[in-house]
Each structure stands twice: as structure tokens, then as C-alpha cells.
């Protein structure tokens, strides 16, 4: 069984910065991919930014939405997946969801596992 654990969401005005984290956890966590994913009320989850790491090589991708203000990172011997967010607007008011797979792509139904997601407000 796979466990992914977000944390650090919270209430931060606009301009400022929060750093998200999701723990992996359980022994069949094979993954080679994790992302973020953002919920706002009424609207569908939509990706933010994720990370991969096959053949040695890691890749980043982002949502032209939060491109140059977010960055994804992770600590392999952690299994933590980080979510560095600045210049946060109001708009980026979600909960937030990490998820795992096997390639990282957009997509919602390509995460085998979710976390349950974490709260970030962003007021103006």
C-alpha cells in the first residue's frame, strides 16, 4: 500500500512564499514520477508541476500558470516530493494534491495514488 502525505499549506498573503511537502511511504512505492495537483472550488483539479526521474535523468515540468514562480524538487533518500511556491496570487487559492506514477504526465487519470490534499489561501 502507497501513502503520500501533503503537508504545509497554510494562510500567506499575496506576494509571498510556501514550500508544500508529500511523503511517500509503503513498501510497494515504485514510482519514477510525482506531481502537484490543484483543486479551487468549483473547478477541476488541474496539474501544477511534477517531476520525474528514469534513467538517471531528472525532469521537471510546470503549468505555464505558475512557470518561473513554482519549482518542484525532491529528495530521493526522503521519498519527499517539495513544491516551492513564490509570488503567490490569490488565484493560486487551492488545495493541493500531490500524486505518484510511473511517467509523468498531465493528466489526472494517469496518478495511480493521491494524497489528501492540502489546504493553501492566498489573500490579496
Known amino acids: 500500500q502507497v501513502q503520500l502525505v501533503e503537508s504545509g499549506g497554510g494562510l500567506v498573503q499575496a506576494g509571498g512564499s510556501l514550500r508544500l511537502s508529500c511523503a511517500a511511504s509503503?513498501?510497494?512505492?515504485?514510482?519514477?514520477?510525482m506531481a502537484w495537483f490543484r483543486q479551487a472550488p468549483g473547478k477541476e483539479r488541474e496539474f501544477v508541476g511534477g517531476?520525474?526521474?528514469?534513467?538517471?535523468?531528472?525532469?521537471?515540468v510546470y503549468a505555464d500558470s505558475v512557470k518561473g514562480r513554482f519549482t518542484v524538487s525532491r529528495d530521493k533518500d526522503k521519498y519527499t516530493m517539495y513544491l516551492q511556491m513564490s509570488s503567490l496570487k490569490p488565484e493560486d487559492t487551492a488545495v493541493y494534491y500531490c500524486?505518484?506514477?510511473?511517467?509523468?504526465?498531465?493528466?489526472?487519470?494517469?496518478?495511480?495514488?493521491w494524497g489528501q490534499g492540502t489546504q493553501v489561501t492566498v489573500s490579496s
Open positions: 517531476i520525474s526521474w528514469n534513467d538517471g535523468r531528472t525532469r521537471t
Open positions: 500524486a505518484s506514477a510511473y511517467e509523468l504526465r498531465l493528466g489526472v487519470r494517469d496518478y495511480d495514488y
Open positions: 509503503g513498501r510497494s512505492f515504485v514510482a519514477s514520477a
